[in-house]
Every structure is written in structure tokens, then in C-alpha cells.
């Protein structure tokens, strides 16, 4: 995995975790920092490493609160079956290896992990996903809970379950977040054969960050479904009581309706239906108004990635190799017209706050001359200069 896509998961997931304090904003900022100066000392070189095997355990077993609750809910189980997760056995198993490796190999791991700044808050940031009406609900039907022998994998309790979660599509994001971070540190490791053990404990991380937001996928799934459910069963509700209203005043006022039966009786069908027709339309916009958020958001998102992953290599020293898909125009399938695009709008937003691109400007000017003589790796060298050049 390269420097740029470890250092993309590392922002994204501090900037998630910033929106998961649940306390008083004094009271965090002196946890936080007592932690960091904590975690500072544990993964600095000339520490016992085997205060790094310490933290490492206590950061896998975090992960258990959120996943014993998540392996309680049936729903979730059986989805976890269907990927092939079993989380609190991998995390047992992971536990019990770390215990058994060399403190060479745990230097080696603990260098890596210091490249990733934000790796000890995965687990906090999946614990702090969880509602605290659903954590209450599970607990008290979980295998220890008062309604244990009660926990059935119904379809109600399943609605019930979903939509006390309260997951958002935000929720979802972080844990992908946490996902792309477990993911970047398995990657860091060695894949040689000494080396194999160290990557168990980084590879049981990365399962469970996947096992959280699978779970929170298939809440926001499962209470999208039951929402559904529910509003369809209002509206037929609404559409046999109009009916059966209809039936009635017809019953009691049956000498009246005899002598005007051909006018009143069209006159009925043509309300039921002009009624009928616009709760329809109304239900089939409101679902696609749903349709197109969920898709504008899933956009949005994608798009501040590529452009953060393409201002992360434009950052980069000029030696460094930047990344095929940024060199080639889009005709060709590449990226090279949003890249030209980036750099144009960072001069321009320096420029509008006060900022000089006088040493950015010709740079520009001369990528965007050989971008159009059709020399894409010259244009991209360039378009790097002339966006460090901006921001010094």
C-alpha cells in the first residue's frame, strides 16, 4: 500500500472521530490529550516493547464490547456467517498470538503502527456508533440480559432492533473510515514468512472493523425496509377505512343512493381513484427524493476522496512517483483534467485570500502548455511544482 493511501485513511479517520464526543468538550480535550501523551510514550522506540504488547491487547479487546453485542442480534449473525466473519473467534485467536511474539517482531509492529496516528481510536470510534437505547435493548435480551430466553430472530424484533441503532449514512462512513485505516495498517506489514505473525493481530483488526460496519449496513438496511413496511401499511390502512366508510353512508342512506345512484356512485369511484393516483405519486416521489440523497451523499463522499488522495501526491516531493491514473487526460481514462482543475482552484483561492502565486503562476501556465502539446507526465511534474509553489 502506498504513503499517499496510508496517509488518506489516517485523515479520514480522525476527521470522523471528531464528531463522536459524547461528553463535555473540557472533559474530552483532558482525555484526549492524557491518552495521546500516554500512547506518545508507549510507541516511542526507546520504551519497553512490551508496554506496546499491553496497549495492543487493550486496543483488540475494546473491539469486544461492540462486537459481543453485534454477534447477539440474529440478523446480524446470519450476515456474518454469509461473509465468513467470525469476530470474537478471530479476536481470541488474535489475542492469544500476540501473546506469543518475539519483541523483534513487536518492534516491527510497533514502528509501523506509528505511521498511522489515528489506529488506537478505531475501536472508541466503533463503540461510540452504538445509541445507547440499543446498546440498553440488547443487554437486557443478550445472553445475560433478563429477556435472554426471549431473543428470537423474528422479523419484529429485528425492526425493533434496526431502528433503535438509529445508524445514519454518516455512521456507515465512519466505519468504513475505521475499515480503510485497519486496512492501511495490514498493508504496512511485512508479507514474509518471519514476518507472518506480526500481521495477525493487524489482520484480526481489520476483520472487526469489517464485522462493525457490516453490523451498521445491515441496520440502516433492515430499518430502511421496516420504515417501508410501515408506511405502506398506513396508507392501505387509510385507503380500507375511506372504504369502509363509503360502504356504511352507502348502507344507511341506501333509498337516497338508489335514486341517485349513476351520478353519486361515478362521482365516488372518480374520488377514489383521483385519491388513490396522488397517494401513489406521493409515496413514488418521496422515495426517489430518498434515492437521490443517498446517491448525491455516496457522490460527495467519493468525490473529497479523489480529490483529497490527488492533493496528497501534488504534495509530494517531486521525486516521488506520482500516482498513473493523475497523468493520463480523461479521454484516456485518467485524471489529469481534475488535476489541472485542483491547481488552478488552489492559486486562485491563495490568491483571493491575500496569498502570492507569483512563483506559482508560471509554472501553471507552462503545465497547462504541456499538458496541451499532449506531454502528460511533463504536465503533471509541473502541476506538482506549481502546487507546492502555492502553498509555501
Do not use: H
Amino acid at each position: 500500500m502506498s504513503y499517499l493511501r496510508r496517509s488518506l485513511v489516517s485523515l479520514v479517520i480522525l476527521a470522523c472521530l471528531t464528531q463522536l464526543t459524547f461528553v463535555t468538550p473540557a472533559l474530552a480535550q483532558r482525555a484526549k490529550q492524557s491518552g495521546q501523551e500516554r500512547l506518545a510514550r508507549v510507541m516511542d522506540p526507546t520504551t519497553d516493547v512490551e508496554e506496546f504488547r499491553q496497549e495492543l491487547n487493550d486496543y483488540l479487546t475494546e473491539f469486544e464490547d461492540s462486537l459481543g453485542l453485534f454477534n447477539e442480534i440474529p440478523a446480524v449473525r446470519k450476515k456474518f456467517d454469509q461473509a465468513g466473519l467470525q469476530p470474537l473467534a478471530t479476536l481470541a485467536e488474535a489475542k492469544q498470538r500476540l501473546g506469543e511474539l518475539s519483541p523483534e517482531l513487536l518492534s516491527l509492529m510497533r514502528a509501523t503502527y506509528a505511521r498511522f496516528p489515528g489506529w488506537r481510536e478505531i475501536p472508541q470510534a466503533i463503540n461510540s456508533l452504538i445509541k445507547p437505547e440499543l446498546r440498553q435493548r440488547i443487554e437486557s435480551r443478550g445472553a445475560n440480559g433478563k429477556d435472554s430466553g426471549n431473543f428470537a430472530p423474528s422479523v419484529a424484533d429485528n425492526c425493533a432492533t434496526a431502528l433503535a441503532a438509529g445508524t445514519t449514512n454518516s455512521d456507515i462512513a465512519i466505519a468504513n473510515g475505521a475499515v480503510f485505516l485497519a486496512q492501511g495498517i495490514m498493508e504496512a506489514l511485512p508479507t514474509d514468512a518471519i514476518t507472518i505473525a506480526a500481521r495477525e493481530a493487524s489482520v484480526a483488526a481489520f476483520s472487526l472493523a469489517q464485522a462493525a460496519a457490516l453490523t451498521l449496513q445491515t441496520f440502516k438496511n433492515i430499518a430502511d425496509d421496516c420504515k417501508n413496511a410501515t408506511f405502506e401499511s398506513n396508507i392501505q390502512s387509510q385507503i380500507t377505512n375511506s372504504t369502509n366508510s363509503i360502504i356504511n353512508n352507502s348502507n344507511d342512506n341506501k333509498t337516497a343512493i338508489i335514486n341517485n345512484s349513476n351520478d353519486n356512485k361515478t362521482a365516488i369511484i372518480d374520488n377514489a381513484n383521483a385519491n388513490k393516483t396522488e397517494v401513489i405519486t406521493t409515496v413514488n416521489a418521496n422515495t426517489q427524493t430518498i434515492l437521490d440523497n443517498d446517491n448525491a451523499n455516496a457522490a460527495a463522499i467519493k468525490d473529497l476522496i479523489l480529490r483529497t488522495q490527488i492533493e496528497a501526491d501534488l504534495a509530494a516531493v517531486d521525486s516521488a512517483t506520482p500516482v498513473g491514473l493523475y497523468l493520463t487526460p480523461t479521454a484516456n481514462g485518467g485524471y489529469l483534467n481534475l488535476v489541472q482543475t485542483i491547481v488552478t482552484q488552489t492559486l486562485a483561492n491563495i490568491q483571493a485570500a491575500g496569498g502570492s502565486v507569483a512563483t506559482a503562476q508560471p509554472l501553471l501556465n507552462q503545465a497547462n502548455a504541456a499538458k496541451t502539446a499532449g506531454d502528460f507526465k511533463g504536465a503533471y511534474a509541473l502541476y506538482r511544482k506549481a502546487y507546492k509553489a502555492a502553498l509555501k
